[in-house]
């Protein structure tokens, strides 16, 4: 299994950034596995984000990005997605996609005027 990151970086507050996250070699299809997005900011534990099953209809969020980060995904094209709004410094860490038990690489965002 293999998950690879990308759309991190720098960005002011108040702006927005999509994550996306691809996979690859899964064992079954990707539909079936459920996904994650968490983060790690220097210093800190590795925190989940927000989560969407397998089917897409279901999604949880950490209380600190309710209703600034949307996940979402497309099953034909194996990738997740994490949309994030309003984004502040303290959203900055490392991002990292995660399901059937793999990490990707992770990748930086960066919140800072």
């Known amino acids: 299994v293999q998950l690879v990151e990308s759309g991190g970086g720098l960005v002011q507050p108040g702006g927005s950034l999509r994550l996306s996250c691809t996979a690859s070699?899964?064992?079954?299809?990707?539909?079936?596995?459920?996904m994650s997005w968490y983060r790690q900011a220097p210093g800190k534990e590795r925190e989940l984000v927000a989560v969407?099953?397998?089917?897409?209809?279901?999604?949880n969020y950490a209380d600190s990005v309710k209703g600034r980060f949307i996940i979402s995904r497309d099953n034909a094209k194996k990738t997740v997605y994490l949309q994030m709004n309003s984004l502040q410094p303290e959203d900055t860490a490392v991002y990292y996609c995660?399901?059937?038990?793999?990490w990707g690489q992770g990748t930086q965002v960066t919140v800072s005027s």
């Open positions: 995660s399901g059937a038990g793999a």
């Open positions: 969407i099953r397998s089917a897409g209809s279901t999604t």
């Open positions: 070699r899964f064992t079954f299809s990707f539909s079936s596995y459920v």
